[in-house]
């Protein structure tokens, strides 16, 4: 099986980590996990980095800490993964489902901008939904495959609403807005390095923001908030959300791959660009003018998706459908959707993701290239 999108352990993960095994410093405590956070803050330009067990942890601790308290709501794209929706629910509140644009697959502004203006009332420095008059407290935009939105505006709009910017940036590590990094425009952003990412840790993600106070908070919580350095003293409710060492360990190793990895995967996107272009029916992902995104899952909308997946999969190459709509999953049906012509379904049913690991081969390539090709002939 050609695979989707698998981690790259190239370089010096096995060093670091008999280092942490040698040393007996495995756990949450050790050099790895601030060298870890130190190299986040450094290639994001984020003034701080706050590593968690996974990007669906930093999701729901920077939530938190942007005041998202029971039954609020937080705006998100219908098309996303389930942590985005997950971590809104940890915190007892409730999305607000946008629909996306048709071409970039991101949450819709303009749909957002007359939805906010239509339907809500600022009353202090809160925004409220006019119908039940509860508090929409934020919004996470999230950057889909890579891509990143149009950052300017959506800060605009939540300045004027009043909204905290929490930015799922879990798969666009390596893209850059304007010159700034996915993650940093907002109040915070939040990445990810699961098994499928850019780079990984097997599992664990990191929490970026800007804001010196927050920074702190963000540690303390995910620590335990633990408050005295001997005592057995704690302020708050804390959480076990530190990434250990171990696996610091690694990402310091993967880190120090990232160029690498992200020139890969310009390559790989090229060429699916390029053989899949004449293909009538394809189309490509409309990457933001503003961005260098980071092609870290390569994506098309086709016609005859299903039949495409089954073709790919019976000659042993991997592909994956788009995320159902959140709006169709039973957790959220009754959520509000913020909809005109539902273009979450559109893309969702027509999208298939590709093959684009950093060590696929160009052989690898070329068969999944040519497999599409003789599909689309018969
Ligand atoms: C859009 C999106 N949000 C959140 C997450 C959650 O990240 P993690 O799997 O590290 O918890 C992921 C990735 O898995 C994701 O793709």
């Excluded at 060298?35 to 701080?48: Q, V, W």
């Excluded at 010196?212 to 409710?237: N, R, V």
């Excluded at 495409?308 to 994956?320: D, H, T």
């Amino acid at each position: 099986m050609i695979p989707l999108s698998v981690p790259n352990l190239a370089g010096n993960e096995w060093k670091y980590i008999k280092e942490c095994l040698d040393t007996n410093w495995v756990s949450s405590v050790g050099a790895y996990v601030n060298k870890f956070e130190e190299s986040l803050a450094n290639y994001t330009g984020a003034k701080y980095a706050i590593s968690t067990v996974n990007g669906t942890a930093a999701l729901h601790i920077s939530l938190m800490l942007s005041g998202v308290e029971a039954n609020d709501y937080v705006i998100v794209p219908n098309i996303t993964f389930i942590a985005s929706l997950n971590s809104i629910k940890y915190c007892n509140a409730n999305p607000i489902l946008m629909d996306v644009k048709e071409d970039s697959w991101q949450m819709d502004l303009d749909l957002l901008e007359e939805f906010l203006t239509k339907s809500t009332i600022i009353s202090g420095n809160k925004c409220l939904l006019k119908k039940n008059k509860k508090r929409i407290k934020a919004i996470m935009p999230v950057h889909v495959l890579g891509n990143i939105t149009d950052v300017d505006r959506l800060l605009k709009i939540a300045k004027r609403f009043k909204l905290a910017v929490v930015e799922d940036s879990t798969e666009s590590l390596g893209t850059f807005y304007k010159g700034k990094h996915s993650g940093t425009h907002g109040l915070f952003g939040c990445v990810s390095f699961n098994g499928n990412k850019i780079l990984t840790t097997g599992g664990g993600g990191m929490i970026l923001t800007n804001n010196k106070t927050l920074a702190k908070k963000a540690k303390h919580i995910t620590t335990q908030a633990k408050s005295h350095p001997f005592e057995y003293l704690h302020d708050d409710i804390g959480y076990n959300y530190r990434l250990v060492n171990i696996l610091s360990a690694m990402g310091v190793a993967q880190m120090e791959q990232l160029e690498g990895f992200l020139t890969t995967k310009e390559q790989i996107a090229a060429n699916y660009t390029k053989e899949l272009s004449l293909i009538p029916g394809i189309v490509f992902q409309k990457m933001n003018p503003d961005a260098k995104v980071n092609n870290w899952l390569f994506t098309i909308r086709c016609k005859d998706q299903k039949g495409l997946m089954k073709f790919l999969l019976a000659n042993n190459i991997q592909v994956r459908p788009f995320w159902v709509p959140m709006n169709k999953l039973k957790m959220f049906k009754k959520d509000l959707y913020i909809t005109k012509d539902k273009i979450s379904e559109k893309v969702y049913k027509s999208c298939v993701s590709l093959p684009c690991s950093t060590n696929l081969k160009p052989e690898e390539q070329a068969f999944v290239i040519s497999k599409i090709k003789e599909f689309y002939k018969k």
